[in-house]
């Protein structure tokens, strides 16, 4: 009667066998690997995000201080940045959250491209509103910054 054999009354149960081991595992892990796989993915689509908005707003800032351009060159080319590489759902999400403003006193063009959160992910976002905001500046000096001298020179 000796318990070499693996059936002892203490072996008998549950936590004691290897068997079934392996879904147990798999179970366990299948989660922690969909959510590092979702995480990547979120952060890949914020990072293109960014990067197409930073491009997007910087060549527009720049059709704006061409010579002879307007804020409103500025603006096309920025919607025109947006729907090549996002799509157009992704670039319609951008509507009226970019703006181009050229400051004729100090012969310069701003412009902000400012879209408050791009991914809504449940108990993250409430708790800090800022992550994953997609924010890019660009100034730029016309491209006709001299004007020649100014009235009453000699």
């Known amino acids: 009667m000796g318990c070499h054999r693996g059936?002892?009354?203490a072996q008998r149960g549950t936590f004691h066998s290897q068997q079934g081991q392996a879904l147990?595992?798999?179970?366990?892990?299948?989660?922690?690997?969909?959510?590092?796989?979702?995480?990547?993915g979120v952060f890949a689509w914020f990072w293109w995000n960014q990067s197409v908005a930073a491009v997007a707003i910087h060549d527009g800032v720049r059709a704006a201080a061409v010579y002879g351009g307007s804020p409103a060159d500025g603006l096309a080319v920025v919607e025109?940045?947006?729907?090549?590489?996002?799509g157009t759902v992704a670039s319609a999400s951008?509507?009226?959250?970019?703006?181009?403003?050229?400051?004729?006193?100090?012969r310069s063009v701003y412009g902000t491209i400012d879209k408050g959160t791009l991914v809504h992910i449940?108990?993250?976002?409430h708790s800090n509103p800022l992550l994953f905001r997609v924010r890019?500046?660009?100034?730029?000096?016309d491209w006709a910054f001299y004007g020649g001298p100014g009235n009453g020179w000699d």
Do not use: K
């Not at 951008?94 to 100090?106: C, E, K, L, N, V």
């Not at 890019?136 to 000096?141: D, E, H, N, T």
């Open 94 to 106: 951008y509507d009226g959250h970019y703006d181009i403003a050229a400051f004729p006193q100090f």
């Open 136 to 141: 890019a500046f660009s100034f730029q000096r």
């Open 80 to 86: 025109e940045r947006l729907y090549a590489p996002l």
């Open 24 to 40: 147990y595992e798999y179970i366990l892990a299948l989660p922690i690997f969909a959510l590092l796989l979702l995480f990547v």
């Open 7 to 9: 059936d002892c009354p």
């Open 122 to 125: 449940p108990f993250l976002n």
